[in-house]
C-alpha cells in the first residue's frame, strides 16, 4: 500500500487549489443560466493566469517561502541556508565599516571606493529584500517541526545566542504565534495550537 506524505509546503497547496478550481470551473459551467455563463467563463480564463502570475511573483522575490525544512534531504541544510545569509550581511556590515574607516583616514581613496561601496549597498538590499523577517520564519517553522523545544535547542539549531532567541520567542509569544510552558530554567516552546510535549 502506497503511503501519502501530508501537505508540507504552498507549491501542494497551490496546485490543489488551482486544480479544484479548473475542475469546479468547468464542472459549474454547464449548470449556470446562460447570462453568468459568459462572466463565469472569463473568471475561469483569467484567475489561473493571475494564480501563475501571483506564483512567478512570488517566486522570484521570495523563492524560500515554497519550501519547507522537510522538503531539504536533511533539514540541517535549510537551517544552514539561513544560517549563511546571516554570515553573508554580517561580512557586508564589516566591509562597510572598514570602507568608512578607510575614508575618513585617508579622504582622497572616496572616489576609487565608489564602487565598492555601491556594490556593497546593493548585496545589503538584496539580502534584505529575499531574507527580512525571516529568522522568525524560521524559528516558526522549527518550532512547528519540533513542539517542545528550548530556547537552548533552538538557538544550536539556528546559530543564534540564547539572548537572542528568548527576545524573539518573547516577541513571538506576545504575538500570539507561539506557547511556552515550563519554569524559568526549563521553558519549553511550540508554535500557538501545537502541544508541548
Known amino acids: ?16 487549489f488551482a486544480g479544484l478550481a479548473e475542475v469546479a470551473g468547468t464542472t459549474v459551467l454547464a449548470l449556470l443560466p446562460e447570462s453568468l455563463q459568459r462572466i463565469f ?23 524560500k517561502h515554497f519550501y519547507a525544512p522537510s522538503d531539504y534531504k536533511d533539514e540541517k541544510h535549510f537551517f544552514d541556508l539561513m544560517q549563511g545569509t546571516k554570515e553573508i550581511r554580517g561580512l557586508l556590515d564589516k566591509t562597510s565599516e572598514v570602507i568608512e ?12 571606493l565608489e564602487p565598492i561601496i ?7 538590499m538584496i539580502l534584505e529584500r529575499h531574507f527580512v523577517g525571516d ?5 516558526w517553522v522549527f518550532l512547528v517541526n519540533n513542539p517542545g523545544s528550548t530556547a537552548r535547542e533552538i538557538g544550536t539549531q539556528m546559530g543564534m545566542t540564547a539572548k537572542k532567541v528568548l ?15 515550563g519554569s524559568t530554567m526549563h521553558r519549553y516552546y511550540a508554535v500557538h495550537g501545537g502541544a508541548i510535549e
Open 41 to 63: 467563463m472569463w473568471f475561469v480564463i483569467v484567475f489561473p493566469v493571475l494564480l501563475v502570475a501571483l506564483f512567478f511573483f512570488v517566486l522570484w522575490f521570495k523563492p
Open 101 to 112: 574607516t578607510t575614508i575618513e583616514e585617508k579622504p582622497e581613496m572616496a572616489e576609487a
Open 1 to 16: 500500500m502506497k503511503e501519502y506524505r501530508k501537505v508540507s509546503n504552498p507549491l501542494t497547496i497551490i496546485a490543489i
Open 167 to 181: 527576545a524573539m520567542l518573547n516577541e513571538m509569544k506576545q504575538d500570539g504565534a507561539v506557547i511556552s510552558k
Open 135 to 139: 529568522e522568525k520564519h524560521t524559528m
Open 118 to 124: 555601491l556594490a556593497s549597498e546593493e548585496a545589503k
